[in-house]
């Protein structure tokens, strides 16, 4: 025959309050600047990493054609493509914003 024990212990009531908010590791968001010309340079020009990542993202996304022959879907495959070729051509043009001897940096700066 099983008997059934009484705990012994009270159970505490439940915490009605909210917890702290600053638990655990605090990490402080900055404003960041946007990035510059001199950025993507430093990112993509200057840095050997840089450089591979962005002759991978030219190969993979810029050097095929933006066309594609067919119907409507062809033509939202185009525009895609178009999309993803001009991300990597809007690098290039900071880059070479950057290189420009005549370049004097942005104001706000």
């Known amino acids: ?5 009484e705990p012994t212990q009270e159970t505490t009531p439940i915490q009605t309050e909210e917890p702290d908010q600053e638990q655990g590791n605090f990490v402080r968001n900055r404003a960041m600047k946007r990035a510059s010309p001199e950025t993507y340079r430093n990112v993509f020009d200057l840095d050997m990493n840089g450089q591979r990542v962005l002759d991978h993202l030219q190969l993979t996304f810029a050097n ?8 409507q879907d ?3 495959e185009s525009c895609f493509r178009a999309g993803q070729a001009s991300v990597v051509s809007f690098i ?17 700066e």
């Open 1 to 5: 025959m099983i008997k059934a024990v």
């Open 64 to 71: 095929k054609s933006t066309y594609v022959r067919g119907g």
């Open 74 to 76: 062809a033509e939202r």
């Open 92 to 108: 290039f043009n900071q880059i070479n914003k950057a290189n420009d001897p005549n370049y004097q940096g942005d104001i706000d």
